[in-house]
C-alpha cells in the first residue's frame, strides 16, 4: 500500500537561509509521481512541484527543488533563500499508477514551517 | 480558465444531520477528488470520481457519497454526521488518462464544516 512520511512536525528557519524538508515514501508500483504542496494559514492548497519515477533529473521550480533519491524512496523539498512568506504547512504527496484514471494521491501529515525574521 | 470553486466556505450543523458540499471543477478536467482534512492534520482522501463514476475509495463509511455531474460539478454529501466529521473538505479537481499529465491537483479553497 503505498504511504507517505514526513517526520518533521515543524521547522524553524531563518530568513534567507536554506531548508529541507524531509519526506519518504513506500509503494510497490514502478510508476509514481511525487508532489509537493504548501498550504498558508488560509487554507488553500498550492501546488510547488513534481518528480516523476521515471525523471532522471531532480525538479527545480524557482527556489524549489525536490532531492529524488529513489532507491531510498526520499523526496525531500529544498527551499533556498527562505522567505517570510514561506511560512506555512507543507505537504509531501504520492500518485500511484501515473496512467491509470483510478490512481489517486495520498498525503503525508505535513511539515509546518516557521520563517523568522 | 476559471480555477475550483467550492461552497459554502462555512457552515455549521448539528450531530445527526445532513450535508451537502459543492464543487466546480477547473474547466477541462475530468476526475475530481475530496479530502477531509482535521485541524493539524494532511488531507485524507474520501473518493474520486472519473467521468461521472466513483473509481477510488478510502478509509470512509458509506455515509460519505458523492455524485459528479455531466458538466464535471461535484457534490459531497455526509448523512446522520459525527462531532469527528468537522474538518476542513477539500474538493480537487485533475485531468487524467493523457500520457503527459501529472494528474496534479488543482485545490479550490474548501469548506469548513462544524458539527456540534
Known amino acids: 500500500a503505498q504511504k507517505i512520511t514526513q517526520t518533521q512536525p515543524g521547522m524553524f528557519v531563518q530568513e534567507k537561509e536554506a531548508v529541507t524538508l524531509d519526506c519518504t515514501y513506500d509503494?510497490?508500483?514502478?510508476?509514481?509521481?511525487l508532489f509537493w504542496y504548501k498550504q498558508p494559514s488560509s487554507g488553500e492548497m498550492i501546488f510547488l512541484i513534481y518528480?516523476?519515477?521515471?525523471?532522471?533529473q531532480n525538479a527545480t521550480e524557482g527556489r524549489y527543488s525536490l532531492n529524488f533519491q529513489k532507491a531510498r524512496k526520499s523526496a525531500n523539498l529544498v527551499i533556498s533563500a527562505s522567505q517570510l512568506g514561506d511560512s506555512a504547512m507543507y505537504f509531501c504527496?504520492?500518485?500511484?499508477?501515473?496512467?491509470?484514471?483510478?490512481?489517486?494521491?495520498?498525503f503525508g501529515s505535513g511539515t509546518r514551517l516557521s520563517i523568522r525574521p | 480558465e476559471t480555477g475550483v470553486t467550492q461552497s459554502p466556505t462555512h457552515l455549521i450543523k448539528t450531530r445527526g444531520q445532513q450535508v451537502t458540499l459543492r464543487c466546480s471543477s477547473q474547466?477541462?478536467?475530468?476526475?475530481v477528488s475530496w479530502y477531509q482534512q482535521a485541524l493539524g492534520q494532511g488531507p485524507q482522501f474520501i473518493f474520486q470520481?472519473?467521468?461521472?463514476?466513483?473509481?477510488g475509495r478510502g478509509n470512509f463509511p458509506p455515509r460519505f457519497s458523492g455524485l459528479q455531474f455531466p458538466n464535471y460539478s461535484s457534490e459531497l454529501n455526509v448523512n446522520a454526521l459525527e462531532l469527528d466529521d468537522s474538518a476542513l473538505y477539500l474538493c480537487?479537481?485533475?485531468?487524467?488518462?493523457?500520457?503527459?499529465?501529472?494528474?496534479?491537483?488543482?485545490f479550490g479553497e474548501g469548506s469548513r464544516l462544524t458539527v456540534l
Open positions: 470520481y472519473y467521468r461521472e463514476e466513483e473509481n
Open positions: 474547466s477541462g478536467h475530468n476526475t
Open positions: 480537487a479537481s485533475s485531468l487524467s488518462q493523457r500520457e503527459w499529465d501529472t494528474g496534479e491537483l488543482f
Open positions: 504527496a504520492m500518485r500511484e499508477g501515473l496512467y491509470s484514471s483510478a490512481s489517486k494521491i495520498i
Open positions: 518528480q516523476g519515477s521515471y525523471d532522471e
Open positions: 509503494t510497490s508500483d514502478q510508476s509514481y509521481g
